[in-house]
């Protein structure tokens, strides 16, 4: 008896070392509660005060019959499925892992099977404000996973965080004419699946959302890039109403998109005029993502998800009235890498405009110079205000400019690159794919910047920490948030080069 008292008491004092070491958090993660979602129990991982749900499928894998179709529902589960780890990416972009990481791609595991979201939640959060995450990468790279999307700093200040995975490339944003005819024949949208799948996250957050405490009333929508482009989408169509209260663009671009006819053309020269539907899906992978994604991938006006380009319904008031941020950076010209792209920015300037131009710019003759501020410009920083402008007769629209680099990196980028400004709206400077030196100026901007963006989410005001105030955009005042060194507002910014290239088009 003796020997299996000590035995047990062994025991006990094994199991008590190993209680302590997983509270101590020695072991990772502890597990976090069990929630219930429409498909079935899901286990997450506890941080501290944060608990986190990752690789959570919010719609069927678009394998097979199910590649270029709208997403489809979940198949239930049984038992307590493990969310600890992300889901696979979707296939995107080839390219070596640093460069692929370095132009927001996921180097990691891909697979078509890759319509996953990711949660974030306050522990014991009940009636949270909810934001979801749409990555950028030009409809073509990104995940909802990547390092610097870790939605810990917002769950801490009291916000549910959701990122998502969206199809991309051809796969994504495609069309062919036998993919229109097979989906008019059976009233199935088409062309925009990647649109289709962020409409389908959103629906999912509607549904399941008050499982991890947030509230389905109040979801704020933001994205950078083609995260931003897509932003505009959701605002302008149809499929997306009632899905989100507020939204936030952060670099989205002129909100173009192609004519259904002219994308038919592209998919059938990329991939074969004469293939039927099952002789497209049953394409490999490789043809899809190489051959199609290069030529043909982008987005659609299809008639039905895009009756018209996003620019052109913002312009014309035909967008969703909700509270929205809105901004550009001051180095969006980083995207500008070529002598054929700085030809082509050079090249939007029609003859009857050069005198004009050249003026507001103040130089004498076009050059590379010219060339990457008017990009930043023409892609960027005029279309950001025409969104603010256009809109801020209904709901309140506040316009920003970003204007910082971190101190370590100022002698590399005079300006503030594209996509920058996202590692101070997570709070996530330690987690970039550039490790340097944060100075105590960095961690505060990072501050304010989250902390503005947390207050959009909680109150439908970006009321940044420490101020300035920042004013809602009154085309009349013409004032926005300058995120520079020292944050300030600014009236009349730039306003003399925007007028001077309203109504062109970047020549790509």
Not at 117 to 123: E, I
Request: aromatic content about 8%.
């Amino acid at each position: 008896m003796g020997r299996y008292a000590g035995r047990m008491g062994a025991g006990l004092i094994v199991a008590l070392v190993i209680g302590i070491a997983a509270a101590l958090g020695l072991f990772g993660s502890a597990h976090a509660q069990t929630v219930r979602v429409e498909g079935g129990a899901l286990s997450g991982a506890s941080d501290g005060d944060v608990l986190s749900y990752k690789g959570v499928a919010y719609a069927a894998p678009p394998t097979g019959p199910l590649r270029w179709a709208p997403p489809q529902p979940v198949q239930r589960w049984s038992g307590v499925r493990e969310a600890r780890t992300f889901g696979p990416a979707c296939p995107q972009t080839p390219l070596p892992p640093q460069r692929l990481t370095l132009s927001g791609g996921d180097s990691g595991p891909q697979s078509e099977d890759c319509l996953y979201l990711n949660v974030w939640t306050p522990k014991g959060a009940r009636g949270a404000p909810v934001m979801v995450w749409l990555h950028g990468g030009g409809l073509t790279l990104g995940s909802g996973s990547i390092p610097w999307y870790d939605g810990t700093a917002f769950a801490r200040d009291g916000v549910v965080l959701v990122t998502i995975n969206y199809r991309l490339g051809a796969l994504g944003w495609f069309a062919h004419p036998a993919l229109t005819r097979a989906a008019r024949a059976s009233g199935q949208a088409f062309a925009n699946y990647g649109l289709m799948d962020q409409i389908a996250a959103l629906k999912w957050v509607q549904r399941n959302i008050a499982a991890f405490g947030g509230d389905p009333k109040r979801v704020t929508v933001f994205g950078e890039s083609a995260g931003g482009a897509s932003v505009q989408m959701l605002l302008t169509s149809p499929a997306a109403s009632g899905l989100f209260a507020q939204a936030i663009i952060e670099s989205g671009g002129t909100g173009e998109a192609r004519p259904l006819g002219q994308a038919e053309t592209m998919g059938a020269t990329a991939l074969g005029a004469g293939l039927s539907v099952s002789e497209l899906r049953a394409l490999p992978l490789e043809t899809v993502n190489t051959a199609a994604t290069a030529q043909a991938a982008g987005a659609v006006v299809d008639g039905r998800l895009l009756p018209e380009a996003p620019a052109r319904a913002l312009r014309e008031g035909r967008a969703r009235d909700v509270p929205l941020i809105v901004g550009s950076n001051s180095g969006e010209d980083s995207l500008l890498t070529t002598a054929e792209g700085e030809a082509g920015v050079l090249a939007s300037i029609p003859p009857e405009r050069k005198a004009q131009v050249l003026a507001a710019y103040g130089v004498q003759a076009p050059d590379k110079a010219l060339a990457h501020a008017l990009f930043t410009d023409l892609v960027m920083g005029a279309p950001a205000k025409a969104i603010a402008r256009e809109t801020a007769s209904g709901q309140p629209a506040w316009l920003y400019h970003f204007d910082y680099v971190p101190e370590a990196l100022r002698a590399m980028f005079p300006r503030a690159p594209h996509g920058v400004e996202l590692f101070f709206v997570f709070k996530t400077l330690d987690r970039g794919p550039m490790k340097v030196a944060l100075t105590a100026a960095d961690l505060a901007m990072a501050d304010k910047v989250h902390g503005c963006w947390v207050a959009f989410a909680k109150t439908g005001r970006p009321d940044c920490p420490g101020g300035p105030a920042w004013p809602a955009y009154d085309p009349r005042s013409d004032t926005l948030l300058d995120f520079g060194p020292t944050p300030r507002l600014v009236s009349g910014f730039r306003r003399a080069p925007y007028a001077a290239i309203e109504g062109l088009t970047w020549k790509r």
